[in-house]
T-cell receptor, first 114, second 111 residues
Framework: AQSVTQLGSHVSVSEGALVLLRCNYS??????LFWYVQYPNQGLQLLLK????ATLVKGINGFEAEFKKSETSFHLTKPSAHMSDAAEYFC????????????WGAGTKLIIKP | NAGVTQTPKFQVLKTGQSMTLQCAQD?????MYWYRQDPGMGLRLIYY???????DKGEVPNGYNVSRLNKREFSLRLESAAPSQTSVYFC??????????FGDGTRLSIL
């Protein structure tokens, strides 16, 4: 069965510091991988996704993630945190079935310290 | 461009009451989904509809029913609400394996 693990329910960084949010997955077939962001009282928005091809994927708002098959990881990074990055971030993997159901991590709340 | 629209945004129910959550998308997507979001548990799939006229159970379907009214609309019904169904409910739509687009959610409290 496929699963997604996000390390750390809360991550706190100072404004201007590196953001690193960790995501590991298990999948018996090549996965499609996603990062979504949820701002308070809003729905989820796609940050970036990996399907095939280049393993370093760039997304919106300066975020990027690297697919590492050997480590079964898809960690999200941003070189310099901004106050507006405070939100909850979800990693997800698509199932191998035909209906493209997403399997979700539990989420990581990113806190930005001034 | 409205995307995915959910109504209502907030609702308070008493135990045993029924209600229907509405969802509509204007992107001509075939697939639609209902999730519930609870603290520390991420999103859990309740039901999904791969195409008009079909619906399937997800991870947590008990206590819910759905209707895919047409290609645009996918409703979620609670027949007899229970406090355990207090949650934030999200509807999403997608085309095949592409990105899922989410509504802003319905915050439901059951007393």
């Amino acid at each position: 069965a496929q699963s997604v693990t996000q390390l750390g329910s809360h991550v706190s960084v100072s404004e201007g510091a590196l953001v690193l949010l960790r995501c590991n997955y298990s999948s018996s077939v090549p996965p499609y991988l996603f990062w979504y962001v949820q701002y308070p009282n809003q729905g989820l928005q796609l940050l970036l996704k990996y399907t095939t091809g280049a393993t370093l994927v760039k997304g919106i708002n300066g975020f990027e993630a690297e697919f590492k098959k050997s480590e079964t990881s898809f960690h999200l990074t941003k070189p310099s945190a901004h106050m507006s990055d405070a939100a909850e971030y979800f990693c997800a993997v698509i199932t191998s079935g035909s209906n493209y159901q997403l399997i979700w991590g539990a989420g990581t709340k990113l806190i930005i310290k001034p | 461009n409205a995307g995915v629209t959910q109504t209502p945004k907030f609702q308070v129910l008493k135990t045993g009451q029924s209600m229907t959550l509405q969802c509509a998308q204007d992107m001509n997507h075939n697939s639609m989904y209902w999730y519930r979001q609870d603290p520390g548990m991420g999103l859990r799939l309740i039901y999904y509809s791969a195409s008009e006229g079909t619906t399937d159970k997800g991870e947590v379907p008990n206590g819910y029913n759905v209707s895919r009214l047409n290609k645009r609309e996918f409703s979620l019904r609670l027949e007899s609400a229970a406090p355990s169904q207090t949650s934030v409910y999200f509807c999403a739509s997608s085309e095949g394996g592409a990105t899922q687009h989410f509504g802003d959610g319905t915050r439901l409290s059951i007393l």
